[in-house]
């Protein structure tokens, strides 16, 4: 199996301070789900923006897609970028637009034409619920509509790899298992799932996914999965 | 360019616009105000000292000195009756003597009772006789040495002076203030450049978190900057026309007004079709100006971020 993601004694530090993360050595591989477990300050956001390149390292190595992330010419980040979906934990959705062009924004920022892309937005926008909601702006949205608004929006360009921190956490318990369900499904599709998560319980409601868990900076691999490649998940 | 402004609606609503919503189009439009009547002045400088220089060159005036007049009459009519004869020479004409008088005058003053006459003075002074020379072509120092050549035999003290060098430091403050004020142009473009760089820096100081999230969903540099290209360069020729309409306003109620004072070098200062082409380019100058100033600014700050 190829390595999507490969990191090799990956350590980072902002600044002159100490390091946020040390010694990161793990694979991930494709068509795999992960979760990124921690306390609260563990560098789970941090090790999550070395993975979608808002960040390089103050060392190590990463390989993404293949290619060494860390001395890639800025001019061809955006076109990794777009390989990757992210669900931030603000959100970060452009306030002046609209739940669709919301939505749409990865596919017009990777230049979809505006007819080839109004289908899909829409049925992403009903898949998260929010189709009576289209033209709604983020502010008039509640904090768990603006978090399906974020979710739809890295997923629209189906990713190769869809990176989430704390996509759960401003949504009901019954909407939290339909967001899972709907990584799920992406995952089926082939993309691999990476999602940063305090709440343990998630664990189980995704049956073969693999833990990675972060203390202090380092890396704990409960599962072993992070040495070798995982074994295909039951998805029955 | 033309793509600049071809950018699809969706994608230009990634900014926020507002039109003269901020001070931008504004400040632009004072700035290309000042450009166009610095530009104006310049150039109207630039056309008043051609032509000036343009009349003058192929000039020159003969002085006959002679203290005895019935001898200064004789050298005068024989020396002007040898110039019309030379080829170089295209127009002869003798000053009379009231003429030459008439110019004199203002420098004697009026007589004690306050009137025109100069008191006598005249009849005293022993005044040159004059010819005016055109020639066919502009006064160098062979054409001085033709026509002392040609007069000399027949009036030994007559001196000839080209029109050029009288009106020399004249043509030479024209020159300067012709400089000044593209000087001025120079610093008020540098000015808006400024403007613009410290709004695109607002600007996407403004958008920031927009930008962080269009970059992280792979929008490359070249597709942020031309949102704020289009939009600084739809603000710069906003203001540009505002500016150039204004500018242009005054140039003409001055330009009637400089024609009322019937002087003869102000009189010149109108402007041909090429002046006013090039005012109408100033708007279109500024906007490329700020567009290009925009995209640095842009481009350069987000090179700072990865």
Same mark, same amino acid.
């Given at each position: 199996?190829?390595?999507?993601?490969?990191?090799?004694?990956?350590?980072?530090?902002?600044?002159?301070?100490?390091?946020?993360?040390?010694?990161?050595?793990?694979?991930?591989?494709?068509?795999?789900?992960?979760?990124?477990?921690?306390?609260?300050?563990?560098?789970?956001?941090?090790?999550?923006?070395?993975?979608?390149?808002?960040?390089?390292?103050?060392?190590?190595?990463?390989?993404?897609?293949?290619?060494?992330?860390?001395?890639?010419?800025?001019?061809?980040?955006?076109?990794?970028?777009?390989?990757?979906?992210?669900?931030?934990?603000?959100?970060?959705?452009?306030?002046?637009?609209?739940?669709?062009?919301?939505?749409?924004?990865?596919?017009?920022?990777?230049?979809?034409?505006?007819?080839?892309?109004?289908?899909?937005?829409?049925?992403?926008?009903?898949?998260?619920?929010?189709?009576?909601?289209?033209?709604?702006?983020?502010?008039?949205?509640?904090?768990?509509?603006?978090?399906?608004?974020?979710?739809?929006?890295?997923?629209?360009?189906?990713?190769?790899?869809?990176?989430?921190?704390?996509?759960?956490?401003?949504?009901?318990?019954?909407?939290?298992?339909?967001?899972?369900?709907?990584?799920?499904?992406?995952?089926?599709?082939?993309?691999?799932?990476?999602?940063?998560?305090?709440?343990?319980?998630?664990?189980?409601?995704?049956?073969?996914?693999?833990?990675?868990?972060?203390?202090?900076?380092?890396?704990?691999?409960?599962?072993?999965?992070?040495?070798?490649?995982?074994?295909?998940?039951?998805?029955? | 360019?033309?793509?600049?402004?071809?950018?699809?609606?969706?994608?230009?609503?990634?900014?926020?616009?507002?039109?003269?919503?901020?001070?931008?189009?504004?400040?632009?439009?004072?700035?290309?105000?000042?450009?166009?009547?610095?530009?104006?002045?310049?150039?109207?400088?630039?056309?008043?000292?051609?032509?000036?220089?343009?009349?003058?060159?192929?000039?020159?005036?003969?002085?006959?000195?002679?203290?005895?007049?019935?001898?200064?009459?004789?050298?005068?009519?024989?020396?002007?009756?040898?110039?019309?004869?030379?080829?170089?020479?295209?127009?002869?004409?003798?000053?009379?003597?009231?003429?030459?008088?008439?110019?004199?005058?203002?420098?004697?003053?009026?007589?004690?009772?306050?009137?025109?006459?100069?008191?006598?003075?005249?009849?005293?002074?022993?005044?040159?006789?004059?010819?005016?020379?055109?020639?066919?072509?502009?006064?160098?120092?062979?054409?001085?040495?033709?026509?002392?050549?040609?007069?000399?035999?027949?009036?030994?003290?007559?001196?000839?002076?080209?029109?050029?060098?009288?009106?020399?430091?004249?043509?030479?403050?024209?020159?300067? #203030?012709?400089?000044?004020?593209? %000087? $001025? &142009?120079?610093? /008020?473009?540098?000015?808006?450049?400024?403007?613009? *760089? @410290?709004? =695109?820096?607002?600007?996407?100081?403004?958008?920031?978190?927009?930008?962080?999230?269009?970059?992280?969903?792979?929008?490359?540099?070249?597709?942020?900057?031309?949102?704020?290209?289009?939009?600084?360069?739809?603000?710069?020729?906003?203001?540009?026309?505002?500016?150039?309409?204004?500018?242009?306003?005054?140039?003409?109620?001055?330009?009637?007004? #400089?024609?009322?004072?019937?002087? %003869? $070098? &102000?009189?010149? /200062?109108?402007?041909?079709?090429?002046?006013?082409? *090039? @005012?109408? =380019?100033?708007?279109?100058?500024?906007?490329?100006?700020?567009?290009?100033?925009?995209?640095?600014?842009?481009?350069?700050?987000?090179?700072?971020?990865?």
């Amino acid at each position: 199996m190829n390595e999507i993601v490969q990191f090799e004694n990956v350590g980072l530090r902002y600044g002159a301070g100490i390091e946020t993360l040390s010694d990161l050595t793990f694979t991930l591989y494709p068509g795999s789900f992960y979760f990124l477990t921690g306390a609260s300050g563990a560098g789970k956001t941090s090790l999550l923006k070395l993975l979608y390149l808002a960040q390089r390292p103050s060392r190590g190595l990463i390989r993404l897609f293949g290619e060494d992330a860390v001395t890639m010419p800025r001019e061809r980040l955006p076109g990794f970028r777009r390989r990757i979906g992210v669900v931030f934990q603000d959100f970060r959705l452009v306030p002046h637009l609209s739940a669709f062009d919301n939505i749409a924004l990865p596919l017009r920022v990777a230049g979809v034409k505006e007819k080839d892309l109004t289908t899909p937005v829409a049925e992403m926008l009903d898949w998260v619920g929010l189709g009576d909601r289209a033209e709604a702006r983020p502010a008039t949205l509640s904090g768990g509509e603006q978090q399906r608004v974020a979710i739809a929006r890295a997923v629209i360009g189906r990713p190769e790899i869809l990176v989430a921190d704390e996509p759960t956490g401003n949504v009901d318990p019954e909407m939290a298992i339909r967001l899972l369900q709907l990584f799920e499904a992406l995952n089926t599709l082939g993309t691999t799932i990476v999602v940063a998560t305090h709440d343990i319980h998630l664990l189980s409601k995704v049956p073969g996914a693999q833990m990675m868990k972060l203390e202090k900076g380092g890396l704990s691999d409960p599962t072993g999965s992070l040495r070798n490649p995982p074994l295909p998940r039951d998805r029955a | 360019m033309l793509s600049l402004f071809v950018i699809p609606g969706h994608d230009r609503r990634l900014i926020p616009e507002g039109r003269l919503s901020g001070p931008m189009p504004w400040v632009i439009a004072i700035m290309i105000f000042l450009m166009v009547l610095a530009t104006a002045i310049g150039l109207a400088f630039t056309e008043a000292g051609q032509n000036v220089s343009d009349q003058l060159s192929s000039r020159a005036t003969v002085q006959i000195i002679e203290a005895n007049p019935d001898l200064k009459t004789q050298q005068t009519s024989d020396a002007a009756a040898r110039l019309r004869g030379m080829e170089l020479v295209e127009e002869v004409r003798v000053l009379p003597t009231q003429e030459i008088e008439d110019l004199i005058a203002p420098w004697l003053g009026q007589s004690a009772d306050g009137g025109q006459d100069t008191g006598g003075l005249l009849e005293d002074i022993p005044l040159p006789a004059l010819i005016d020379l055109k020639l066919a072509q502009p006064i160098g120092e062979k054409e001085l040495e033709a026509l002392r050549t040609g007069i000399r035999p027949l009036a030994a003290s007559a001196r000839i002076e080209p029109s050029s060098a009288l009106i020399a430091p004249v043509i030479a403050l024209v020159r300067s #203030l012709q400089w000044i004020a593209f %000087g $001025l &142009v120079i610093l /008020l473009a540098i000015a808006t450049a400024a403007a613009v *760089i @410290i709004s =695109a820096r607002a600007a996407l100081n403004t958008h920031k978190e927009t930008i962080g999230v269009i970059h992280l969903l792979g929008g490359t540099d070249r597709q942020i900057s031309r949102l704020f290209q289009r939009r600084i360069a739809l603000d710069a020729l906003l203001g540009g026309v505002l500016g150039l309409i204004c500018g242009a306003a005054i140039i003409l109620l001055l330009g009637m007004q #400089l024609s009322a004072l019937g002087s %003869g $070098l &102000v009189q010149s /200062l109108d402007l041909s079709w090429y002046s006013w082409l *090039i @005012i109408g =380019a100033i708007p279109i100058l500024g906007m490329i100006l700020a567009m290009v100033t925009a995209r640095m600014t842009v481009m350069g700050a987000l090179k700072k971020i990865l």
